[in-house]
């Protein structure tokens, strides 16, 4: 982050950039704790393992959820648009705002270049709104990290537990307290 004082925006001000038109579609940033921060380019490997991680999601998540590519999550302080999220409802439930955390089982975020980044300002944003689950897909050393019980509003939130999962294990799909489904970490690795 800058070493020099810089104004941060909120997110009432992120969205009236957009509906100004000073943002648009085709400006690739995305609001992490009030700074606009450049979204990563997404490479081949990328692309399908949020395809891949997807779909996989999709064949075990409950009717009462979906799952979404790329959208934005609205928080207190960001509005970040995971690779994937596990949304409470159906999308028309959002016809006039974007989901928050209240309303995601998940969030995944696929790591091929941005692995400090997702384990830096993603993680923290992340664990202050409450994310209840945060996954990793580390595309280069072939494995997931499943982040739990977020710190919540806290100076330096994160996450109390995290487990690593290997190419060979299973990963458990949770909804809540209750595991609605596992996937296979190589099922979901170009």
Do not use: C
């Not at 950039?17 to 490997?45: C, R, S």
């Not at 928080?75 to 006039?96: F, K, M, N």
């Not at 941005?114 to 990793?136: C, E, F, L, N, Q």
């Amino acid at each position: 982050m800058p070493t020099e004082p810089i104004f941060r925006l909120s997110v009432q001000q992120y969205h009236d950039m957009i509906q100004a038109g000073i943002l648009t579609a085709d400006d690739p940033v995305e609001l992490l704790e009030g700074w606009l921060v450049p979204k990563m380019p997404k490479n081949p490997p990328h692309r399908v393992t949020t395809e891949l991680a997807a779909e996989a999601l999709r064949s075990v998540v409950p009717p009462g959820w979906y799952v979404t590519n790329q959208e934005p999550v609205t928080t207190s302080t960001s509005e970040p648009e995971p690779d994937i999220s596990v949304v409470q409802g159906r999308p028309r439930d959002y016809t006039d705002r974007h989901p928050g955390p209240e309303h995601l089982a998940m969030v995944v975020e696929i790591s091929d270049s941005s692995i400090s980044r997702d384990r830096g300002i993603k993680r923290r944003a992340y664990a202050r709104a409450g994310v209840p689950i945060y996954w990793i897909i580390d595309v280069t050393e072939r494995r997931v990290e499943i982040h739990t019980h977020p710190t919540g509003p806290a100076e330096q939130p994160t996450y109390a537990s995290v487990q690593h999962y290997s190419v060979d294990e299973m990963l458990p799909v949770l909804i809540g307290d209750r595991e609605v489904g596992r996937i296979a970490v190589r099922d979901i690795l170009p």
